[in-house]
């Protein structure tokens, strides 16, 4: 599961701190139905949205986010991804980002 709920400004807090705030967590089964009812698209394998639909969410989505995004499905592992990013000249992708990447999305769509 992924933890969500921090917000921006609770990011700089401490360790100790993040511990005692509430943190919400979501199911993948959860997410991919959030992102088809947002989306209205459920064409790929198993129910996920294409990456058109995916970015048609926010403006604000990223390649880094549909990367993520793609990790978390389990339609490549994070070392595959991170190799065609090094390929491209693009940094890798941390778990943490990831994670960002995954909680802002959820943001959007939940």
Same mark, same amino acid.
């Given at each position: 599961? $992924?933890? $969500? =709920?921090?917000?921006? *400004? *609770?990011? +700089? %807090?401490?360790?100790?701190q993040k +511990?005692?705030? $509430?943190?919400?967590?979501?199911?993948?089964?959860q997410f991919k139905d959030r992102l088809m009812e947002k989306t209205g698209c459920s064409i790929q394998h198993n129910g996920?949205?294409? =990456? %058109?639909?995916f970015f048609s969410i926010s403006p604000f989505l990223t390649n880094e986010d549909w990367n993520s995004l793609l990790s978390y499905r389990g339609d490549y592992k994070l070392e595959e991804i991170n190799k065609w990013r090094i390929k491209?000249?693009?940094?890798p992708l941390t778990k943490e980002e990831v994670e960002e990447s995954l909680n802002k999305i959820w943001e959007l769509i939940k």
């Amino acid at each position: 599961m $992924i933890l $969500i =709920g921090y917000k921006k *400004e *609770e990011l +700089n %807090t401490s360790h100790k701190q993040k +511990n005692k705030m $509430i943190k919400k967590q979501f199911s993948k089964k959860q997410f991919k139905d959030r992102l088809m009812e947002k989306t209205g698209c459920s064409i790929q394998h198993n129910g996920w949205s294409c =990456g %058109t639909c995916f970015f048609s969410i926010s403006p604000f989505l990223t390649n880094e986010d549909w990367n993520s995004l793609l990790s978390y499905r389990g339609d490549y592992k994070l070392e595959e991804i991170n190799k065609w990013r090094i390929k491209d000249n693009k940094k890798p992708l941390t778990k943490e980002e990831v994670e960002e990447s995954l909680n802002k999305i959820w943001e959007l769509i939940k």
